[in-house]
């Protein structure tokens, strides 16, 4: 007991163990991919005229997260993912609660950082992808946006490379008691990651007393909305994180002993694309088939396809780069 309680006299405080502070950035991982996977069912309703919702997924969920990462480092002095695991952040010249400059140094990182490394890694792609293909109209001719590609190609593999080598040399320091900071982030911000104090919850006993006594004020029923609210969002997510898990483990669990299905009809639609790619109406290269739909197309067709409007050019089924199926012909 005096071990845990020994971060509450503000002149020391109790290192989480290096478990916690991974299982607490993976649990961060899965709020993006559940937010979307939310936004495309709801979307899913009427594509026809919420589908371009779809393109602007990534600023969708950048809005969101500033206003759950916001509440959370206001009350709490920790990100979502950081109290989920009973943490906070703390300064270290201080050993005291966050100041305002690092609350929002603090915001700024968890929310902007994650969107900008996710936006140079899909331009990295899509610039390596044009390479490969050798896509027409796309290969610029001027020697300075050549250069531009190549800068973005190599710069984002360089800063990558090196990122993760200061996360695995942070890890390292960390563990062996040599440093107090658990990542270059945090080391940036001098915060550190101790264990949160208890917070106090309205019981249903507590409520009752004060609804007889007439005690019972307006600020209590918002703290009982917030409570609720931030338990459900929190529930919710260890949920999607459960059925995540739950789904990878046993998704390919006795498919052999199913039944092989029978062979889908052939529409009419198809058969006008048989032998040729359904967007430029040539024979195909680079075959590649769009799992969603399971229309082949050329592969330097479809890409910028499902880059730019996220579905199926011939059946409007949502779609990304991800259910691209390349296949090896001889």
């Known amino acids: 007991m005096a071990e845990k309680g020994a971060h509450l006299t503000g002149t020391t405080f109790i290192k989480p163990t290096i478990f916690e502070i991974i299982a607490q950035e993976t649990f961060a991982s899965t709020v993006e991919p559940a937010?979307?996977?939310?936004?495309?069912?709801?979307?899913?309703?009427?594509?026809?005229?919420?589908g371009h919702f779809l393109r602007w997924a990534d600023e969708s969920y950048l809005i969101f997260n500033i206003?759950?990462?916001?509440?959370?480092?206001?009350?709490?002095?920790?990100s979502f993912s950081e109290t989920f695991y009973g943490l906070k952040r703390m300064a270290i010249s201080s050993r005291r609660n966050l100041s305002k400059e690092q609350e929002k140094l603090s915001l700024i990182l968890i929310v902007l950082f994650p969107y900008l490394k996710n936006k140079f890694y899909q331009l990295s792609l899509k610039y390596k992808l044009q390479e490969v293909c050798q896509e027409?109209?796309?290969i610029p001719r001027m020697k300075w946006q050549q250069?531009?590609?190549?800068?973005?190609?190599?710069?984002?593999?360089?800063?990558?490379?090196?990122?993760?080598?200061?996360?695995?040399?942070?890890?390292?320091?960390?563990?062996?008691?040599?440093?107090?900071?658990?990542?270059?982030?945090?080391?940036?911000?001098?915060?550190?990651?101790t264990y949160t104090d208890m917070h106090p919850v309205v019981s249903i006993t507590d409520l009752?007393?004060?609804?007889?006594?007439?005690?019972?004020?307006?600020?209590?029923?918002?703290?009982?909305?917030?409570?609720?609210?931030?338990?459900?969002?929190?529930?919710?997510a260890f949920?999607?994180?459960?059925?995540?898990?739950?789904?990878?483990?046993?998704?390919?669990?006795?498919?052999i002993t199913l039944p092989a299905p029978p062979p889908p009809m052939i529409t009419e639609t198809a058969?006008?694309?048989?032998?040729?790619?359904?967007?430029?109406?040539?024979?195909?290269?680079?075959?590649?088939?769009?799992?969603?739909?399971?229309?082949?197309?050329?592969?330097?067709?479809?890409?910028?396809?499902?880059?730019?409007?996220?579905?199926?050019?011939?059946?409007?089924?949502?779609?990304?780069?991800?259910?691209l199926i390349r296949l090896y012909l001889h």
């Open 35 to 50: 937010f979307k996977k939310i936004l495309s069912f709801i979307v899913s309703f009427n594509f026809e005229r919420y």
């Open 67 to 78: 206003i759950l990462q916001r509440y959370y480092i206001k009350k709490y002095s920790a």
């Open 136 to 138: 027409d109209g796309h």
């Open 147 to 193: 250069l531009y590609r190549k800068c973005i190609i190599k710069g984002y593999t360089f800063s990558f490379v090196v990122y993760e080598f200061m996360v695995l040399y942070n890890y390292i320091l960390y563990v062996s008691g040599k440093s107090v900071y658990h990542s270059p982030l945090s080391r940036l911000l001098s915060i550190s990651l």
């Open 208 to 236: 009752s007393k004060k609804i007889k006594s007439n005690s019972f004020s307006i600020r209590d029923g918002i703290d009982i909305v917030q409570q609720v609210a931030t338990t459900s969002l929190e529930f919710g």
């Open 239 to 255: 949920f999607l994180q459960f059925l995540s898990w739950w789904t990878q483990e046993h998704c390919y669990t006795n498919l």
């Open 271 to 323: 058969k006008q694309y048989k032998g040729i790619c359904p967007i430029c109406c040539k024979a195909f290269r680079l075959h590649t088939v769009l799992s969603v739909s399971g229309y082949a197309f050329c592969y330097q067709c479809i890409v910028p396809v499902i880059c730019k409007t996220r579905k199926c050019p011939v059946t409007k089924y949502p779609a990304t780069e991800d259910d």
